[in-house]
Nanobody, 117 residues
Framework: QMQLVENGGGSVQTGGSLKLSCAVT????????LGWYRQAPGKEREFVAA??????????VYADSVRDRFTISRAHAENILYLQMTILKPADTTIYYC????????WGRGTQVTVSS
């Protein structure tokens, strides 16, 4: 059974940094891209970044709103997905979710990120 557990959310000031992690339990394949999304209450879910599955190759993609500020990465042996966030803005305030296999597949429960001005 697939489980995703996020950590690393919190509160920072504008311009600060946070690093989110997502521990993945369960078997994945190279068709299961790893990604981060975010969603504020009452708003649509927004794609943040994605890369190939553990031990797999392929392209890394970012939303325009986070490119050059956020970095997605993974630790293959530990089955952990990361999102390094820098130059944070108040607009980045929301709940961040890790995802495996696209929106129709597996989700974590989310971690809150709050950026104050």
């Amino acid at each position: 059974q697939m489980q995703l557990v996020e950590n690393g959310g919190g509160s920072v000031q504008t311009g600060g940094s946070l690093k989110l992690s997502c521990a993945v339990t369960g078997r994945t394949t190279c068709t299961d891209r790893l990604g981060w999304y975010r969603q504020a209450p009452g708003k649509e879910r927004e794609f943040v970044a994605a890369l190939p599955g553990f031990w797999c190759s392929g392209a890394t993609v970012y939303a325009d709103s986070v490119r050059d500020r956020f970095t997605i990465s993974r630790a293959h042996a530990e089955n952990i997905l990361y999102l390094q966030m820098t130059i944070l803005k108040p607009a980045d305030t929301t709940i961040y979710y890790c995802n495996i296999g696209g929106p129709a597949r597996y989700w974590g429960r989310g971690t809150q990120v709050t950026v104050s001005s």
